[in-house]
């Protein structure tokens, strides 16, 4: 990977293009116009779309400005990696044909740059979300997969419109923030201790650098309130709003 690694997640790009989303979506391409004039590598971690199936060869137009931002950093010499997160998981080859250098279904582990860096969506790893654990193994299942496309992308995405009008406006995680530093804190200790140096966690639109010694827990934010991006130079780690970069 080249130097300097842009880290962004829980983008959430909605399927209903008011005023709000084309603000949103117009600071994060001015983002990506930064990270053009300086080069480097581009990591997703989840959730960038806040909903994603592929219907055959279909896809949803009204993403149409957002795919052509990420393939104009890919012609640009932009890698871009990018890990499913709950929202976008169902990727069947999309991505890979027009924008990102590599999908991944599980977690990133960046073994370069004297550390060991793990980038993971994070969703399903509070103690208490043992019901979603179980309800994610099924949306993951063949069969549902199966079964839901076989919907086609007239219904599937009138389902997708009423997830995203339902995502855009929350900060659910707010409430149980106590929790969620205590068991992803917990988490990471444990890949610490397995030689991983910097653990990066999306999902829980926390924002926020944790050190511990020689090793860090980091809280990717989102781009519904924080609107942030987390930067590597190869030395040093920090992070920014949009209009901080």
């Given at each position: 990977?080249?130097l300097p690694l842009y880290f962004i997640s829980d983008s959430?790009?909605?399927?209903?293009?008011?005023?709000?989303?084309?603000?949103?979506?117009?600071?994060?391409?001015?983002?990506?116009?930064?990270?053009?004039?300086?080069?480097?590598?581009?990591?997703?971690?989840?959730?960038?779309?806040?909903?994603?199936?592929?219907?055959?060869?279909?896809?949803?137009?009204?993403?149409?400005?957002?795919?052509?931002?990420?393939?104009?950093?890919?012609?640009?010499?932009?890698?871009?990696?990018?890990?499913?997160?709950?929202?976008?998981?169902?990727?069947?080859?999309?991505?890979?044909?027009?924008?990102?250098?590599?999908?991944?279904?599980?977690?990133?582990?960046?073994?370069?740059?004297?550390?060991?860096?793990?980038?993971?969506?994070?969703?399903?790893?509070?103690?208490?979300?043992?019901?979603?654990?179980?309800?994610?193994?099924?949306?993951?299942?063949?069969?549902?997969?199966?079964?839901?496309?076989?919907?086609?992308?007239?219904?599937?995405?009138?389902?997708?419109?009423?997830?995203?009008?339902?995502?855009?406006?929350?900060?659910?995680?707010?409430?149980?923030?106590?929790?969620?530093?205590?068991?992803?804190?917990?988490?990471?200790?444990?890949?610490?201790?397995?030689?991983?140096?910097?653990?990066?966690?999306?999902?829980?639109?926390?924002?926020?650098?944790?050190?511990?010694?020689?090793?860090?827990?980091?809280?990717?934010?989102?781009?519904?309130?924080?609107?942030s991006i987390t930067k590597f130079d190869g030395k040093e780690?920090?992070?920014?709003?949009?209009?901080?970069?």
């Amino acid at each position: 990977m080249k130097l300097p690694l842009y880290f962004i997640s829980d983008s959430h790009m909605g399927m209903v293009l008011n005023k709000d989303e084309s603000k949103r979506r117009e600071k994060l391409f001015s983002i990506f116009n930064k990270i053009t004039e300086s080069g480097g590598t581009l990591i997703i971690g989840g959730d960038f779309f806040d909903f994603w199936f592929e219907f055959g060869k279909k896809t949803p137009e009204i993403y149409q400005n957002v795919f052509d931002a990420l393939s104009k950093l890919k012609d640009k010499g932009v890698d871009i990696h990018y890990v499913a997160g709950n929202h976008d998981y169902w990727n069947f080859g999309y991505f890979e044909s027009t924008f990102v250098k590599s999908f991944y279904k599980n977690d990133l582990l960046i073994d370069n740059f004297n550390s060991k860096i793990l980038v993971t969506h994070g969703d399903g790893l509070l103690k208490s979300d043992v019901g979603y654990r179980a309800l994610k193994k099924v949306l993951r299942n063949r069969i549902f997969i199966f079964f839901f496309k076989l919907l086609g992308e007239k219904i599937g995405y009138k389902i997708g419109k009423k997830v995203s009008h339902t995502s855009q406006g929350y900060n659910h995680f707010d409430d149980n923030v106590e929790e969620i530093k205590r068991d992803i804190s917990e988490y990471a200790e444990k890949k610490w201790s397995e030689g991983i140096d910097v653990v990066l966690v999306g999902h829980y639109h926390q924002k926020e650098i944790i050190v511990k010694g020689s090793k860090l827990l980091i809280f990717l934010g989102d781009w519904l309130k924080h609107y942030s991006i987390t930067k590597f130079d190869g030395k040093e780690w920090t992070q920014f709003s949009w209009n901080e970069l």
